[in-house]
C-alpha cells in the first residue's frame, strides 16, 4: 500500500503540534504547474524518491515527464475541493500511477463530466476526506483542515509548516462562492479558523496565483484579516 488515511478520533483541530515534521535539510521539493485556462496550480511534492501530487486540474505532459524521468512513486493524489480546473487531470494520473485519489465526498456532484464545461469525462476518487484526518503519503503527513465555503467540500492540506489552500485562500483574495455549493459566509469562516490555528510564518501554496504566508494574508488580505 503507496499511502494510508488515518483517521483519529480525538482531536478535529489541526493545531501548532504539527510544525517542525520536516527536519531542517530534509529534502521536500514542491514544483509547481499551472494549468487549464483557470491558470490552476498543481503542486508536486517530491521526497526521497517519493511523491503527491496535488490538484492535477488536467492532463499534462510537463507534469507526466517529471514524474517519468524522475523515476517518481507517486503514492497518492490529493484534492483541495472537486471544481473541474482542480480535478480534470486525476484520471490521467491514476492511469500512469496507480495512487489513489482523496477527496471530500461532499464535493462529488463536481466529478461527473460536464459539472463544469470543460470537464470531458467523470472522475474517480477512492478516499472521502474529514476535517482532522491525516492522510501519510511519500513518507510525509498531510494534515486535512475542513475549509468549506468556495465549495462544500472544500479542505486544505497542511504539511509541516506548508499549507495547500486550494481556492480557500490566496495572495490577498479568498476564493469566489458564486457557484452551486458556495456561501461567502463559510468561507469567511473557514480562513478565520485557518488563522487561528496556523502560525505567521506557515507558507500557503493556493490552487491559483502566487504563494503567500499566513502572516501576510492576515495584515494584507482584501477580504479576511486575522
Ligand atoms: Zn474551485
Not at 477527496?103 to 470537464?119: E, H, Q, V
Request: proline residues 4%; contains cysteine; glycine residues 12%.
Amino acid at each position: 500500500m503507496q499511502s494510508s488515511l488515518k483517521r483519529a478520533n480525538a482531536p478535529k483541530t489541526v493545531t501548532r503540534f504539527f510544525r517542525g515534521i520536516l527536519k531542517r535539510g530534509d529534502p521536500m521539493e514542491i514544483r509547481t504547474f499551472v494549468m487549464t485556462p483557470y491558470q490552476s496550480n498543481c503542486y508536486l511534492i517530491t521526497h526521497h524518491g517519493h511523491a503527491v501530487v496535488i490538484d492535477p486540474g488536467a492532463r499534462d505532459s510537463r507534469l507526466e515527464d517529471v514524474i517519468m524521468t524522475s523515476g517518481l512513486t507517486v503514492d497518492a493524489i490529493l484534492l483541495t475541493h472537486g471544481h473541474a480546473d482542480h480535478v480534470g487531470g486525476v484520471m490521467a494520473i491514476k492511469d500512469m500511477t496507480g495512487a489513489d485519489a482523496y477527496m471530500c465526498n461532499r464535493d462529488n456532484r463536481w466529478l461527473k463530466r460536464g459539472s463544469l464545461p470543460f470537464l470531458d469525462h467523470d472522475v474517480i476518487t477512492d478516499h472521502d476526506l474529514e476535517d482532522g484526518d491525516t492522510v501519510h503519503a511519500a513518507g510525509l503527513d498531510f494534515h486535512v483542515i475542513g475549509t468549506p465555503g468556495h465549495s462544500e467540500g472544500g479542505v486544505s492540506f497542511l504539511c509541516g509548516d506548508v499549507l495547500f489552500s486550494g481556492d480557500t485562500l490566496f495572495f490577498q483574495n479568498v476564493g469566489r462562492t458564486d457557484l452551486p455549493g458556495g456561501d461567502s459566509k463559510t468561507l469567511y469562516m473557514s480562513v478565520k479558523k485557518l488563522y487561528g490555528m496556523l502560525p505567521d510564518d506557515t507558507k500557503v501554496f493556493p490552487g491559483h496565483g502566487k504563494p503567500t504566508t499566513i502572516g501576510h494574508e492576515r495584515t494584507h488580505n482584501l477580504f479576511v484579516r486575522g
